[in-house]
């Protein structure tokens, strides 16, 4: 119980260059047990309405953004959680390429930042809005297609994707992805030409865990979590 394990996760806070997140995001993100920690043994990231002012900007949300200081190439991921609730709350699992150049990351402070997102390549395993509740969605963002313009994408609706766990799956093979929701899988990613536009994964991503707030937040929101009971990579 306590604060996360150090050798294991990152708590990713720089601001970008402009003092916002990417996506007009209105939160921080923190280092401090109360937007993260682990008790009986689940992961625990919350997201809060609260004033806090960080690298000399104020804003009034706060959360965390955890990188892992693991990273692999190819495999089965397998996250259990259960997701917080809220319009504006956007809860996200993902992945990126440890070559990100994105200052304040943890594979950039280690030294391995040389290309720009979306050239990289993510992966995001889970993506939820609470203006959506319990449509799950998976995608993946390449220099063929990111952002809001993304087309290589796919999901599902859940019943209770807040009050009870699933389990939320990537496959990750040299030529496609596989994307499920206990098992039920709702997306594959396998373009019909393989080259650097369409699929640069085919090295080292890490995984990113946070709860991101969009600008819509509910006016009446003031604290929601994300509950995450395991993380399991097989290769």
């Known amino acids: 119980n306590g604060a996360l394990n150090s050798k294991k996760w990152f708590h990713q806070t720089q601001l970008p260059a402009g003092g916002e997140w990417y996506g007009g995001l209105i939160n921080h993100y923190t280092n401090r047990i109360e937007n993260s920690y682990v008790k009986d043994g689940f992961l625990n990231i919350v997201a809060k309405k609260e004033t806090f002012n960080d690298q000399g900007e104020i804003k009034e949300y706060t959360s965390a953004r955890l990188n892992s200081k693991f990273a692999f190439t190819y495999g089965r991921v397998d996250i259990r959680a259960k997701l917080p609730v809220g ?3 956007w809860p996200a699992i993902w992945m990126l390429n440890k070559n990100i150049n994105e ?10 930042g040389t290309t720009y997102w979306p050239v990289c390549g993510e992966i995001d395993i ?14 993946v963002h390449t220099a063929a297609s990111a952002g809001d313009d993304v087309k290589n994408l796919g999901g599902e609706f859940l019943e209770n994707a807040s009050t009870q766990f699933h389990t939320y799956s990537i496959e990750w093979y040299k030529d496609k992805m596989v ?14 030409k393989i080259d650097a ?12 865990l946070n709860i991101a707030i969009e600008p819509e ?17 097989y290769q």
């Open 126 to 139: 889970l993506e939820h809005w609470g203006k959506k509740q319990n449509f799950i969605q998976s995608a």
């Open 197 to 208: 536009t369409t699929w640069p994964f085919h090295t080292d991503q890490y995984l990113l």
């Open 87 to 89: 319009i504006g709350t």
């Open 103 to 112: 200052p304040g990351a943890y594979w950039q402070k280690q030294g391995f």
């Open 217 to 233: 937040i509910d006016p009446a929101f003031e604290e929601s979590t994300m509950v995450v009971d395991y993380i399991r990579i």
């Open 179 to 192: 994307f499920s929701v206990d098992n039920i899988k709702h997306y594959t990613y396998k373009p019909s």
